[in-house]
């Protein structure tokens, strides 16, 4: 596909909370990996330029070390890589991000619980974004019940919301009745858990429940499935393989076409650090699958 003719408006919009995005977003987590940051720098502006107005990121997005594992040389962190490449912000640019994990380079991963090391994480990434307020923040959850309630930790981030710190709130990696839990203490406009054609489709009823109560449901790790930080591996499932071969395009290109038919309310944020897979995911936007198609992919 020509590269003027790749846009992600070809996705379509949702409301999130008050602000307006275009359902195909960008993922920063792997911008980090590669040592060259003009290179992560270029290929923020290029996705912006395709329309791209919904980033996805966290102050633990870190390399070396950090969720990817790998890289050498200074710190770099999506967060400020996407401050060197953007601010002053477009008006339109939505920037979510995560708090509730952290990372140390000696320490390792942390877990934010009292209401102080949340603030903390807040204040980090509004550092490092340089900004005066999060657009949206999420909750991010480990597995297991943790040793704090979720309304305690979410309790925490809707008072730094009402003080003004926060546009938004989601949760991340949360099951149906986490969701419940907080109902009552603060809007919820989005949630993001692993989902994907091969990958947990035990959600599929939650991403349904999601859109009906006008909550949007963000996947992470859509291309990946069960590979997450690893990567999508080269083996496809038939089924992907047969649909991508019908419409002359490429398996994780079907893998986020799919990702998209699942409701208006699905947001996809691929992420990549290289500009020919930017271009392809982008342009997955335009791909329209058939009933039959969907079918196959279960």
Same mark, same amino acid.
């Not at 999130?16 to 195909?24: E, H, K, Q």
């Not at 290179?39 to 996805?56: C, F, P, Q």
């Not at 926060?166 to 692993?194: F, K, T, Y």
């Given at each position: 596909?020509?590269?003027?003719?790749?846009?992600?408006?070809?996705?379509?919009?949702?409301?999130?909370?008050?602000?307006?995005?275009?359902?195909?977003?960008?993922?920063?987590?792997?911008?980090?990996?590669?040592?060259?940051?003009?290179?992560?720098?270029?290929?923020?502006?290029?996705?912006?330029?395709?329309?791209?107005?919904?980033?996805?990121?966290?102050?633990?997005?870190?390399?070396?070390?950090?969720?990817?594992?790998?890289?050498?040389?200074?710190?770099?962190?999506?967060?400020?890589?996407?401050?060197?490449?953007?601010?002053?912000?477009?008006?339109?640019?939505?920037?979510?991000?995560?708090?509730?994990?952290?990372?140390?380079?000696?320490?390792?991963?942390?877990?934010?619980?009292?209401?102080?090391?949340?603030?903390?994480?807040?204040?980090?990434?509004?550092? $490092?974004?340089?900004?005066?307020?999060?657009?949206? *923040?999420? @909750?991010?959850?480990?597995?297991?019940? %943790? /040793?704090?309630? =979720? &309304?305690?930790?979410?309790?925490?981030?809707?008072?730094?919301?009402?003080?003004?710190?926060?546009?938004?709130?989601?949760?991340?990696?949360?099951?149906?009745?986490?969701?419940?839990?907080?109902?009552?203490?603060?809007?919820?406009?989005?949630?993001?858990?692993?989902?994907?054609?091969?990958?947990?489709?035990?959600?599929?009823?939650?991403?349904?429940?999601?859109?009906?109560?006008?909550?949007?449901?963000?996947?992470?790790?859509?291309?990946?499935?069960?590979?997450?930080?690893?990567?999508?591996?080269?083996?496809?499932?038939?089924?992907?393989?047969?649909?991508? $071969?019908?419409?002359?395009?490429?398996?994780?290109? *079907?893998? @986020?076409?799919?990702?998209?038919?699942? %409701? /208006?309310?699905? =947001? &996809?944020?691929?992420?990549?650090?290289?500009?020919?897979?930017?271009?392809?995911?982008?342009?997955?936007?335009?791909?329209?699958?058939?009933?039959?198609?969907?079918?196959?992919?279960?």
């Amino acid at each position: 596909m020509p590269t003027d003719e790749i846009t992600a408006a070809a996705a379509g919009t949702w409301t999130l909370g008050d602000r307006v995005v275009r359902r195909m977003g960008f993922g920063s987590m792997r911008i980090t990996a590669n040592p060259d940051r003009e290179r992560a720098i270029a290929l923020l502006r290029r996705a912006v330029r395709w329309g791209v107005n919904h980033i996805d990121t966290a102050a633990f997005y870190v390399s070396p070390g950090g969720a990817l594992r790998v890289g050498s040389g200074p710190a770099r962190y999506a967060t400020e890589l996407i401050r060197a490449a953007l601010a002053p912000y477009p008006e339109d640019l939505v920037i979510a991000t995560k708090v509730g994990f952290g990372y140390d380079p000696v320490g390792g991963f942390t877990e934010a619980l009292t209401p102080a090391q949340l603030r903390a994480q807040v204040e980090e990434n509004l550092r $490092r974004l340089g900004l005066n307020q999060l657009d949206v *923040v999420n @909750l991010r959850l480990g597995r297991g019940p %943790g /040793p704090v309630p =979720l &309304a305690d930790r979410f309790g925490a981030l809707a008072e730094l919301r009402a003080a003004g710190l926060i546009r938004h709130l989601g949760l991340s990696n949360v099951r149906p009745e986490q969701l419940d839990e907080v109902a009552g203490i603060a809007p919820v406009v989005c949630v993001q858990n692993n989902y994907g054609v091969d990958a947990y489709r035990e959600q599929d009823a939650f991403v349904r429940a999601c859109g009906e109560r006008g909550i949007a449901y963000v996947p992470f790790f859509a291309l990946a499935g069960t590979g997450r930080e690893a990567g999508a591996g080269a083996d496809q499932a038939e089924a992907v393989l047969s649909v991508a $071969r019908a419409h002359g395009v490429t398996p994780h290109q *079907v893998r @986020l076409a799919w990702t998209l038919h699942q %409701g /208006p309310h699905v =947001l &996809a944020i691929p992420g990549t650090g290289d500009v020919a897979h930017l271009a392809q995911n982008i342009a997955a936007a335009s791909v329209r699958l058939t009933p039959e198609d969907l079918t196959r992919l279960g």
